[in-house]
């Protein structure tokens, strides 16, 4: 094979390892409705299984990234209890001694320092017990008016497929370009082969 016929080999096999790459990935997202061809319906693979993206997507961010179970555990946890207590305490010893005056005046004119000490330690040591149920409580109502996968879903199915080509083309931008290159270097290594496989069989 000529030289010159080699080397126009190796890059036609080249480019096109490229375009077929770059067509593959533009095929992602492209056409972005169905088109009826000799019979064959074509359409990108993201937007044509769109919903079932957004329902997947729904579903692995309810029940592996935002866990009710694990929310829960975090927010029922004793330990947010004590991060509060100072606040608590700061109010619990206002009410006690500011605004008791307002609501029971002959109450407050018999409780002295000792009493309003008591009865703030009660109240605290209450609010340790009562803390985790009142939370849990809410949690399970919580859980039955947010359907995390439902609003998940209903989000992403909601986006366009040209927002949805946006959102992805920003996370894989590199990805991409990288294996548009990989395309190209296994068609330019192919090219060689055949340029290798014409010398050696003449």
């Given at each position: 094979m000529?030289?010159?016929g ?8 080249a ?13 992602l ?13 074509i ?26 179970d694990e ?10 209890l ?20 307002d609501?029971?005046?002959m ?18 040591e ?28 209903e989000?992403?199915?909601?986006f ?8 992805l ?34």
């Amino acid at each position: 094979m000529h030289i010159t016929g080699s080397i126009i080999t190796i890059l036609l096999s080249a480019f096109t390892g490229w375009v077929t790459t770059w067509i593959a990935i533009k095929m992602l997202f492209h056409p972005r409705k169905p088109i009826r061809f000799l019979g064959l319906t074509i359409q990108g693979i993201f937007p044509k299984n769109h919903r079932l993206i957004a329902e997947k997507l729904g579903q692995v961010v309810s029940r592996e990234l935002l866990s009710f179970d694990e929310i829960e555990e975090k927010v029922t946890n004793p330990e947010n209890l004590k991060k509060l207590r100072p606040d608590i305490e700061g109010h619990i010893d206002n009410f006690l001694r500011n605004k008791l005056k307002d609501v029971f005046p002959m109450l407050s004119m018999m409780m002295g320092e000792k009493t309003i000490v008591q009865l703030k330690d009660a109240f605290l040591e209450e609010l340790e017990s009562l803390f985790p149920i009142l939370m849990k409580s809410y949690m399970n109502k919580l859980q039955q008016d947010l359907d995390f996968e439902k609003i998940v879903t209903e989000k992403v199915a909601g986006f366009s497929s040209h927002k949805l080509e946006d959102i992805l083309n920003q996370i894989t931008k590199k990805e991409f370009k990288f294996l548009e290159v990989i395309g190209g270097v296994f068609g330019l290594l192919i090219g060689v082969v055949q340029v290798l496989a014409a010398f050696f069989t003449k």
